[in-house]
């Protein structure tokens, strides 16, 4: 069943990283860099290192994957986790262990 008529949610922790190239299989929204997920925002900087251990750390943006297979900020992240009940209050800016 898609998932276009139900309500976007949060799934995990994720990582932007912006290389400067197109790669096939992102979120809809990068067309540019890629995208690393995980458990929690440490995984995805683990799975970097081992990716490119000398990486620039400040062409990545910390953030989430959502159910509607889009990257979005930590805190478009907390609003969102609100709006869906992932979240019982109000905070500005999303961690992972907010939502597990």
Known sequence: MSNNNRDEYVICAAMYYDDGLPHIH????????FVVCGRRHHNCFAIL???NPTFDHSKVE??????KDRFIS???AAELALQNGQIERPVNIL???DLY
């Open 26 to 33: 992102q979120p809809k929204n990068i067309d540019i860099g």
């Open 62 to 67: 910390q953030g989430f994957l959502t159910s």
């Open 95 to 97: 961690f992972s262990e």
């Open 74 to 76: 930590r805190n478009d």
């Open 49 to 51: 290192n081992l990716i």
